[in-house]
């Protein structure tokens, strides 16, 4: 399971999950429910306490993956799949352009 802290303008807005089954889940921080509930990340998930789900990465953190050439460079630069979408997000999204951005959050290997 992988999972990344999304901040919208610096603030913990929700976690970003893929699970072992390769689904997705979004889940807003619920102190950001409260007190910031009209500033969605995107317009197709509204500030909720309830979690969203996808079987494919949501539309809106594909889209912050780079394209094209600049795909081909993170992707070779970090050894990654281009097919790995959650770790090309994971890598290469902590910086975007925009309001939101995309901190890993270290897997717990303790057993």
């Known amino acids: 399971m992988r999972q990344a802290e999304i901040y919208y303008n610096n603030i913990l807005a929700g976690i970003l ?3 072992e089954e390769g689904d997705y889940t979004f889940l807003y921080d619920s102190n950001y429910v409260k007190e ?4 969605f990340i995107t317009f ?31 992707s070779k630069s970090w050894k990654i799949n281009r097919n790995d979408r959650m770790g090309l997000l994971l890598a290469c999204c902590a910086n975007c352009v925009g309001a939101v951005s995309v901190k890993p959050i270290a897997e717990n290997n303790d057993v």
């Open 36 to 39: 910031h509930p009209d500033d």
């Open 44 to 74: 197709s998930m509204p500030v909720s306490p309830r979690p969203y789900r996808e079987k494919r990465l949501f539309p809106f953190f594909e889209g912050l993956i780079p394209e094209g050439w600049l795909l081909d460079i993170a």
């Open 17 to 19: 999950t893929e699970t």
